[in-house]
């Protein structure tokens, strides 16, 4: 079984002040992690992933990641906040093993950028 | 290039009502998966095929939900006699390949709302 935790269901940060989204996950194997975006009314956005290699991975719109095995954690985040962040961010993990692809999601983080 | 669309974005259903929502994948993606999206809840999955195999459906609530996808393209969800817990978002997502470290392309949804 896989599952993963937000334990965070909002988030609020001044603008130009760094960000981050928490994630831990739990997974039976070695994982590929992915984090998420929703804008209202329309579908999720991907933002980025890790596989495997570097722990720190670097995604769309200036968002970053770092995997931490140890911790079983895969905490998002931005140097600099900008009021466009604002979102529901969802991480997600898959199993890393062939025919095995769906997602198991988080219940989400409400970013709030305050101006 | 177009993304994944669904049809209708928005159904209401009496209870007892069949629906069916339909996913357009992107051209090409091997990978079409179904999530049902709880108001403030993430993602859950439903079921997945590759191209017309219906590889997983171990995410189906119930034998009132069907899904198929005849010609490795187009899939349709089906719901029966539908049923106020049924009332969600339904998301489809397409991916690439076989291999499960290809990010998901999701459609903007379809909201179901069953009176």
């Known amino acids: 079984a896989q599952s993963v935790a937000q334990p965070e269901d909002q988030v609020n940060v001044a603008e130009g002040n760094p960000l981050t989204v928490k994630c831990t996950y739990s997974?039976?194997?070695?994982?590929?992690l992915f984090w998420y975006v929703q804008y209202p009314n329309r579908g999720l956005q991907f933002l980025l992933k890790?596989?495997?290699?570097?722990?720190l991975v670097k995604g769309s719109y200036g968002f970053e990641a770092e995997f931490n095995k140890s911790q079983t954690s895969f905490h998002l985040k931005k140097p600099s906040a900008l009021v466009s962040d604002s979102a529901l961010y969802f991480c997600?993990?898959?199993?890393?093993?062939?025919?095995?692809?769906?997602?198991?999601f988080g219940t989400g983080t409400r970013l709030t950028i305050i101006p | 290039g177009a993304g994944v669309s669904q049809s209708p974005r928005y159904k209401v259903a009496k209870r007892g009502q069949d629906v069916a929502l339909r996913c357009d994948p992107i051209?090409?993606?091997?990978?079409l998966f179904w999530y049902q999206q709880a108001l403030g809840q993430g993602p859950e999955f439903l079921t997945y095929?590759?191209?017309?195999?219906?590889?997983?459906k171990s995410g189906l609530p119930s034998d009132r939900f069907f899904a198929e996808r005849p010609e490795g393209s187009v899939s349709t969800l089906k719901i029966q006699r539908t049923q106020q817990e049924d009332s969600a978002v339904y998301l489809c997502?397409?991916?690439?390949?076989?291999?499960?470290?290809?990010?998901?392309?999701f459609g903007p949804g379809t909201r179901l709302t069953v009176l």
């Open positions: 997502a397409s991916s690439l390949t076989l291999v499960g470290d290809n990010e998901q392309f």
């Open positions: 997974v039976s194997g070695n994982p590929y």
């Open positions: 890790y596989i495997t290699g570097d722990n």
């Open positions: 997600a993990v898959s199993l890393n093993n062939f025919g095995n692809e769906k997602l198991t």
């Open positions: 051209s090409g993606h091997v990978s």
């Open positions: 095929f590759q191209n017309e195999a219906q590889l997983d």
